[in-house]
T-cell receptor, first 111, second 113 residues
Framework: SQQGEEDPQALSIQEGENATMNCSYKTSINNLQWYRQNSGRGLVHLILIRSNEREKHSGRLRVTLDTSKKSSSLLITASRAADTASYFCARGNNAGNMLTFGGGTRLMVKP | ETGVTQTPRHLVMGMTNKKSLKCEQHLGHNAMYWYKQSAKKPLELMFVYNFKEQTENNSVPSRFSPECPNSSHLFLHLHTLQPEDSALYLC????????????FGPGTRLLVL
């Protein structure tokens, strides 16, 4: 299976703190993406990092990719209550036409 | 709004019913996807269509039947479902050229009684 592990499965922090979520995978990838899902809704794309990139930023988001360890992390800085959601990493296959999602991290940011 | 719409948003059906889920994308994309999201399970890819051709069927039971009449529309026909098929069904689309950011619809919450 290409499905990897995301940890932690659940994370609870106070507003203003940083949140770090990790994703590991087993097979080679074309890219790795992070998505956010509010309860019972569709997923929203946050950021894509290609296999030849090591770090990427978007606003308060910072994503790193270590292909030697087959792992990625998503850092949300200065978290807000509105960041409460589930966060998923998705591995893009080498053909670039399919994504395999992990089980997600449920983040709760307390005001 | 992501540019991908799904109808209905909620559906309750009996095991002998026939129903269809509809997805429409307004992004000019060439690839469309159906996913199933059950409680406490990772998102499961069901079907992939590229340029209206089915390119992936992830061992989905035949009681789920997809249809893609054009690049903008995708249907999922449901027939004699089981209670364990109750889930959130998500449609997504992507450009289809290799940069595979996917854009998701809001999903259809399906309950099979």
């Amino acid at each position: 299976s290409q499905q990897g592990e995301e940890d932690p499965q659940a994370l609870s922090i106070q507003e203003g703190e940083n949140a770090t979520m990790n994703c590991s995978y087993k097979t080679s990838i074309n890219n790795l993406q992070w998505y956010r899902q509010n309860s019972g809704r569709g997923l929203v794309h946050l950021i894509l990092i290609r296999s030849n990139e090591r770090e990427k930023h978007s606003g308060r988001l910072r994503v790193t990719l270590d292909t030697s360890k087959k792992s990625s992390s998503l850092l949300i800085t200065a978290s807000r209550a509105a960041d409460t959601a589930s966060y998923f990493c998705a591995r893009g296959n080498n053909a670039g036409n399919m994504l395999t999602f992990g089980g997600g991290t449920r983040l709760m940011v307390k005001p | 709004e992501t540019g991908v719409t799904q109808t209905p948003r909620h559906l309750v059906m009996g095991m002998t019913n026939k129903k269809s889920l509809k997805c429409e994308q307004h992004l000019g994309h060439n690839a469309m996807y159906w996913y199933k999201q059950s409680a406490k399970k990772p998102l499961e890819l069901m079907f992939v269509y590229n340029f209206k051709e089915q390119t992936e069927n992830n061992s989905v039971p035949s009681r789920f039947s997809p249809e893609c009449p054009n690049s903008s529309h995708l249907f999922l026909h449901l027939h004699t479902l089981q209670p364990e098929d109750s889930a959130l069904y998500l449609c997504a689309s992507s450009q289809g050229g290799g940069d595979e950011t996917q854009y998701f619809g809001p999903g259809t919450r399906l309950l099979v009684l």
